[in-house]
């Protein structure tokens, strides 16, 4: 999944580059051919990488935002799929933190394609960043060593 955001991305970061969008950000459905309610897109100037997530107006009171180092949250206001259609959108802050950024999304996107009720999505967005938080929380923005990658012992 990292290799298709990243295509994705780069799709989208040279249609902003050549002048070929309307308005500061270019997006695209994960999924063309289905609608997920998850979109990527590149925010101008900048190119700033975002992942929208599509809620309904009752996810919005209660989600809660986790507070991580080079990535934001907030919700937004699109045209997309429908007029004023709220997101839930997760953007990189710091460039410095871009893998890591990519691979939350690709988590993120492979749990709520998952997901075959629209309702059980905030949920299942919430579980799934409550699992990264606790990452963090235990081996910092970094993540695990090359060693524990590779299965050897994690130091604590």
């Not at 429908?82 to 690709?106: G, M, N, P, Q």
């Amino acid at each position: 999944m990292n290799d298709k955001l990243e295509e994705i991305w780069g799709l989208l970061e040279e249609k902003v580059r050549s002048g070929d969008y309307s308005g500061n950000r270019a997006y695209r459905r994960l999924e063309l051919d289905r609608e997920t309610g998850l979109r990527l897109g590149i925010v101008s100037p900048g190119n700033i990488r975002e992942l929208l997530i599509q809620i309904d107006t009752t996810d919005e009171k209660s989600f809660g935002p986790p507070k991580w180092m080079g990535m934001r949250f907030e919700i937004i206001l699109m045209d997309a799929p429908e007029r004023r259609t709220r997101h839930i959108r997760l953007y990189l802050s710091d460039v410095t933190h871009k893998s890591v950024f990519t691979t939350i999304c690709a988590d993120i996107a492979e749990t709520l394609l998952k997901v075959e009720n629209p309702s059980n999505r905030s949920k299942e967005l919430q579980n799934c960043l409550d699992r990264w938080s606790r990452f963090f929380q235990k081996y910092g923005i970094e993540g695990l060593s090359p060693e524990a990658q590779r299965g050897g012992t994690i130091m604590v």
